[in-house]
């Protein structure tokens, strides 16, 4: 334990300090990342991001020739720093999130998305709310990228975020139904209804993630399932 802490001393908590130009008070949140709503696989992979220990083009090309160091949506060398933050693929993705960030009354930024938004005791239901949306968006970047490596057609990275967070949102309202604790449930999710609403104890979706998810319908039909 005391070797482990000796040789800890003086690294660099993140990859992205110099990147982010993060001041000696900017850290990560790592308290928030194992916090419910949040599974451990989405905590694993926000550890990875922070650390750089993710494997993309850029790395993978050193390893093997044969694969190209490009960005899949782009032309750019894809580095960790591109595949989550610089890529114009998120831009529309980081637009959706800004406005759910807006409807808790915070500000998103590039920042909080890679380091997390700071956990209070006072304010925990919103605080795990929008960190739950920080990893559901960054597990979404993963699936969109792995899908269009694959060759799917699934991978738009708006629609990927919406269905996730609605199967969230549907897996959370069947628990408190099913526990008669609906209240607690709107008072969780439905934020002014923008996200979801409930009518005669039936979950109705709201506009925010649903117009999302209605357009990439309108292109692909019912080639996809949609949760």
Known sequence: MVLN??????????KWRTQLALTETQRP????LYKPQLTWR?????WRILHGAIAV????????????????????????????SECDHLSVLFLLLNQMFSLLGEAFSQT??????????????KC???????????LAIYKSRRNKIGGSLDYDLQTIFARMVNARIKTDFNFYRATNNIEEFKSTWCLNDELCLVEEEELVFGGLLNSVLFSFFLLFGSCFCFL
């Open 112 to 125: 909080i998305f890679i380091l997390g938004f700071r956990y209070h005791r006072r304010g925990k239901a």
């Open 128 to 138: 795990q709310l929008l960190n739950l949306f920080i990893g559901q968006a960054k």
């Open 57 to 84: 083009n850029g790395f993978l090309s050193y390893i093997n020739p044969n694969i190209s160091a490009e960005c899949p949506f782009c032309n750019h060398r894809e580095t960790v720093f591109h595949c989550f």
């Open 42 to 46: 989405g905590g694993d992979q926000q």
């Open 29 to 32: 949140e790592w308290r928030s």
């Open 5 to 14: 802490q000796r040789n800890l001393a003086g690294r660099v908590d993140t």
